[in-house]
């Protein structure tokens, strides 16, 4: 276990321009398809925009998505 968390941090570095951004600018930045990655836990959303957008960096929001 040990291994395998030494060689993700080794691969990906920590997240230092993480930025915090408004639900909507996550939104608009889905239906742009300015999104490479994303993690959603409870009401949390964080991941990485793609290099062409918005210099490609880390973000994180909080926001719901209604399932109707």
């Not at 691969?11 to 408004?22: A, C, G, M, R, Y």
């Not at 608009?28 to 836990?41: D, N, T, Y």
Request: proline share 4%; no cysteine; net charge negative.
């Amino acid at each position: 276990l040990l291994a395998l968390l030494a060689a993700v941090l080794m691969v990906e570095p920590p997240h230092t321009n993480l930025k915090d951004i408004p639900f909507s600018e996550f939104m608009q930045a889905v239906s742009e398809g300015g999104v490479e990655e994303v993690a959603i836990q409870a009401d949390e959303y964080a991941g990485k925009f793609k290099d062409a957008f918005r210099d490609g960096g880390h973000f994180i929001t909080l926001g719901h998505i209604s399932s109707d």
